[in-house]
């Protein structure tokens, strides 16, 4: 049974509508696995007599051991955002004679091939070997290893359990950010008892069956979850929820784009992801303080261009990336009336105008460290405007995944609608105001610098319509893809 399940999944990928669209995307992403694991084999391999070089009084592996909790909570936040937790259409396997723990070991199996499983394997084994050359006793070296790969995979299937349970996402949040501070403000130094853990793990060999334990008790909760929901009644009834209306009448005033503007006031009013993407991207605001605290980012001015990018553009690079997956579940009725599909790409463009206008205003107190960082800022607001509001919008021609906007406790922890394509299309709008202000302050100076980049988001301000018919034949083309996309449960 598993091997026919092996090929349903194999069928399913080549002939998915967004299989043949993505194939591009789909090459780059191996590419960047295999450029990102090679990169950890050559630190793994190399770690160690870095580590013996740069911290001779302390063994290696000691030094390993003090901050793996550190690996192991970054992983985590990792796996969180970029993850893609592998599902089936089990409805049609429900009415057939197969065994519910058949599909859910399945389920879960899947999730062992993940890339991000792999990527500890390919920087802790070439670690270990080194060790195990440099005479470490084998015996300990080799339980040590596959304690780390026991925790791997656990994390893995916990990640299944917190991409369900926003409370525990934020408590592993928390509690990375305590231990950062507690060791970064030399409060408490944290990493020496935790590290004593894990150098147990590495004198006592036989104590590897704790993380073995970890593992396969994380794995018996995910099988426990799942198979409680695993029955047809569950998948099929849905909840009726009352809601309330509002009185958005006075949005009349922005004429054919207002009934759009009202889809997507009434979609974040009453949805709670869409909430609390909304509660995120307010959290950007306060992204500079990251980056204009700190005097060695003064001395590089192109990463302040990058931090400008966040404080005013939260919204266009939370809710805008998700174009146009926010209306999967009604997109057929949209795309059936009778209007241009210029006005729905341009009712988003507004959203994300005002957005970036009012983030904008609301950064004002940045004034404190100066009109210079406040220039940056401001510079970064046009661009978000008239470049980065263009790009995010052509990147939805890319995204065809859906959203269910309904589905309980899956808000902010939710990564469903997230596919690694963003990762790619998110580039230029990083790494683009980064160019455009470095190669005149190089070149120039600083203000020269500014300028360009306002100027660049003005100037595609002055382009609109043109980006707009431009996108909008785009989405024309692929329109009839998208709806198909948007129908598949994957």
């Not at 600083?446 to 785009?474: D, H, T």
Request: hydrophobic share 55%; charged share 15%.
């Amino acid at each position: 049974m598993i091997r026919r399940f092996i090929s349903m999944e194999w069928k399913q990928f080549f002939r998915a509508s967004y299989f043949q669209k993505g194939l591009a995307i789909k090459i780059l992403l191996v590419l960047a696995a295999l450029y990102f694991g090679g990169i950890a084999i050559l630190s793994g391999a190399g770690l160690f007599f870095i580590l013996k070089k740069a911290i001779p009084e302390v063994d290696p592996i000691v030094t390993i051991n003090n901050f793996l909790i550190f690996w192991i909570l970054f992983e985590m936040l990792i796996r969180f955002f970029m993850q893609q937790l592998p599902v089936m259409n089990i409805k049609p396997l429900m009415i057939i004679p197969i065994k519910r723990n058949t599909v859910i070991h399945y389920l879960l199996g899947k999730t062992t091939l993940s890339f991000f499983n792999f990527l500890p394997l390919f920087f802790f084994l070439p670690f270990a070997i080194v060790l195990m050359t440099q005479g470490y006793p084998v015996t300990n070296v080799v339980c040590w290893f596959f304690s780390v790969m026991f925790l791997s995979l656990g994390l893995n299937y916990l990640n299944f359990l917190i991409n369900k349970n926003n409370a525990v996402f934020y408590a592993i949040a928390g509690l990375l950010m305590i231990l950062i501070g507690l060791e970064y403000f030399q409060i408490y130094n944290i990493i020496e008892p935790i590290g004593e853990g894990f150098n147990h793990l590495y004198k006592h060999p036989y104590l590897v069956i704790i993380p073995l334990v970890f593992m396969m008790g994380m794995y018996f909760l995910n099988y426990k979850y799942i198979k409680q929901g695993f029955y047809l009644d569950d998948a099929v009834s849905k909840k009726v929820k009352e809601v309330n209306a509002t009185d958005l009448s006075w949005m009349d005033r922005f004429g054919s784009v207002a009934p759009f503007l009202k889809n997507d006031i009434k979609l974040i009013w009453r949805n709670v992801r869409p909430k609390q993407v909304m509660f995120m991207s307010f959290m950007f605001l306060f992204y500079g303080l990251i980056f204009y605290t700190q005097e060695i980012y003064r001395e590089m001015p192109a990463f302040l261009a990058f931090a400008s990018m966040f404080v005013t553009g939260g919204f266009l690079m939370t809710f805008g990336q998700l174009v146009p997956s926010w209306d999967s579940e009604y997109y057929k009725m949209l795309m059936s009336q009778n209007i241009p599909y210029k006005k729905y790409l341009e009712s988003k463009w507004y959203l994300m105008v005002v957005a970036v206008a009012i983030s904008f205003v609301l950064s004002t107190p940045y004034l404190y460290f100066g009109w210079e960082i406040f220039g940056m800022i401001a510079a970064g607001a046009l661009f978000n405007v008239g470049l980065n509001s263009f790009i995010t919008l052509f990147g939805g021609a890319l995204n065809r995944v859906p959203i269910e906007l309904n589905v309980k406790a899956k808000a902010f922890s939710n990564t469903n609608g997230f596919n690694p394509t963003q990762m790619l299309i998110a580039l230029p709008k990083f790494l683009l105001p980064m160019l455009l202000f470095y190669i005149p302050y190089k070149l120039i100076n600083f203000n020269a610098g500014l300028i360009i980049l306002g100027l660049s988001g003005v100037l595609g301000l002055v382009f609109r319509n043109f980006f707009l018919n431009k996108i909008e034949s785009i989405y024309q083309k692929g329109k009839y893809k998208t709806i198909s996309a948007f129908s598949e449960k994957k």
